[in-house]
């Protein structure tokens, strides 16, 4: 497949309510969506980026920079036998795994479209119906936190993940653990422990928590090592994992027992395949993380959450949870079961809707 085209194009788009985490508050997103053509169709995705640079060093300025001036010039004209070549190709540029991945799925949503295939298809993955959780913001009171986890529940998910930070932790778990006993709980708390609060986060234990997310500092596998050997939570890695060589580090010293994949933090869907098969090898399960994106970002995440691998359930959940109105058509829409079900047309098999995208673009350059 040869790249021949690729517009970037910012949009914004409030949530439905604010999402409150250790590090931020967000009420309305500016989402970086991606349009690559190429042999005469298109292919849609979505940089994960944020606004801000507190998830990652990466915001929709950088990725729109990298994209433009060093990404889109790596690879335009080019012949790839595949989209599955397109990751490698781009190693020089160190980092901006965002940006890479937001152009490296393009493509793949372009080679699947062309395939006529879907796209989850042509990545190999093989569960059709993929089970999901939700990602519960801070809230302001604990009595409207077990409100919406109750309305979460009864809307069939699977896990509940709540976002936890210093002082914010205890009294919401014990909450919930009380109020719900039996159902699949977790925390994140997007790095905002220190390893001296390691016998703090071991009393988690009493929580019987599925699992306890990236507790400690993003570039700190071996305090979660630490943490990790001192307590029988299991603790998942998101934003320490970057790469296929950070994955095989944080397994083999013991850092973590589960991984979080997001195709944004990873750089598209070739990485994020190598960490999958490697966490299968080493019977490390894996999940989808989210980050809030629109319905092209989301349609992604649940073409890579076919792959076998993906056993727990993930933070890809309906699209009415987070818009009025999404993007995409139809809306991602979640079963009674709390799963989603892969679909069998071409490409993502969520059509951008090129109207709303059109109102709602406040930037887009087309780059040849
Ligand atoms: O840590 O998983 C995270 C959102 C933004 C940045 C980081 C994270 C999240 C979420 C939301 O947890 C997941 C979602 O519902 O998209
Ligand atoms: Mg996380």
């Given at each position: 497949m040869k790249l021949d085209q690729l517009t970037l194009r910012e949009i914004h788009l409030r949530l439905v309510k604010p999402f409150e985490t250790s590090f931020d508050r967000t009420t309305e997103r500016r989402v970086l969506l991606l349009e690559v053509r190429s042999g005469g169709v298109s292919g849609w995705a979505e940089a994960t980026v944020d606004a801000d640079p507190y998830y990652s060093y990466e915001t929709i300025d950088t990725a729109w920079h990298i994209l433009r001036d060093f990404l889109w010039p790596m690879v335009r004209g080019r012949e790839f036998g595949s989209a599955a070549e397109i990751y490698d190709s781009l190693a020089r540029v160190r980092g901006h795994n965002m940006a890479k991945g937001g152009l490296e799925t393009a493509a793949w949503d372009a080679e699947a479209r062309q395939k006529n295939v879907p796209l989850w298809r042509l990545l190999g993955g093989t569960r059709q119906e993929i089970p999901c959780g939700v990602s519960i913001g801070i809230k302001p009171s604990v009595s409207e936190l077990i409100d919406t986890v109750g309305e979460e529940l009864r809307a069939g998910y699977q896990r509940i993940k709540i976002k936890i930070k210093k002082g914010n932790d205890v009294e919401p778990l014990a909450a919930l653990r009380e109020r719900f006993p039996r159902i699949r709980l977790m925390g994140d708390a997007n790095c905002d422990y220190k390893p001296e609060d390691i016998p703090h986060l071991k009393t988690f234990e009493r929580f019987f928590l599925m699992m306890l997310e990236q507790p400690l500092a993003y570039d700190d596998l071996y305090a979660h090592r630490e943490l990790q050997q001192a307590t029988s939570t299991p603790i998942c890695l998101d934003?320490?994992?970057?790469?296929l060589a950070h994955a095989r580090a944080a397994i083999e010293i013991g850092a973590c027992k589960i991984i979080n994949i997001k195709l944004g933090r990873v750089g598209g869907h070739t990485a994020a395949r190598r960490i999958h098969d490697l966490c299968r090898d080493r019977s490390v399960p894996v999940w989808c993380g989210g980050m809030l994106e629109s319905g092209v970002g989301r349609a992604h995440n649940i073409a890579m959450s076919?792959?076998?691998?993906?056993?727990l359930p993930g933070d890809v959940s309906a699209s009415k949870r987070y818009w009025q109105e999404d993007i995409i058509d139809p809306p991602v829409e979640v079963s009674p079961q709390g799963t989603i079900q892969a679909p069998e047309r071409r490409g993502s098999g969520f059509e951008p809707k090129l109207d709303m995208i059109e109102r709602l673009t406040v930037r887009s350059e087309v780059l040849r």
């Open positions: 934003e320490c994992i970057h790469s076919t792959l076998e691998n993906f056993t």
